[in-house]
């Protein structure tokens, strides 16, 4: 489902607000955080999102692409290969990724949240 296709966020003058727009979704942030590793294909993703349904993995790759987050390049081969990215403006949100692992890094087990649960992204 592209963006356009999506009800399109209300208009915000706070940008807090509208880069949440951007990100939402239960999956999206794990995505972009897996995805600074470097370029995966579908299957390299769900594999480290044991939680995720192919149909939601596929709509929110889907969603990070049209918003410009994520960069989806199709090989012509049989079997088709395709893999996914970082894009410029996806790659500008490491430092934002980075300070969310150090702040559950120091504050999920004071927070008596599972460690399991906090290892999953």
Partial sequence: MTRSARRAPAPTTCSVE???GLIDGK???VILYKL????????E?????PGVTQRMLTNQLRELEADGLVTRTVYAQVPP?????L???GRSLEPVLM??????????KKLNLSSSRAEAA
């Fill in 99 to 108: 300070a969310m692992k150090a702040w559950g890094d120091a504050n999920l």
């Fill in 27 to 29: 999956w999206k942030i």
């Fill in 87 to 89: 894009s410029e403006l």
């Fill in 36 to 43: 600074l590793r470097g370029t995966l294909r579908f299957n």
């Fill in 18 to 20: 509208g880069t949440l």
């Fill in 81 to 85: 290969r395709v893999e996914y990215s």
């Fill in 45 to 49: 993703i769900r594999r480290l999102l």
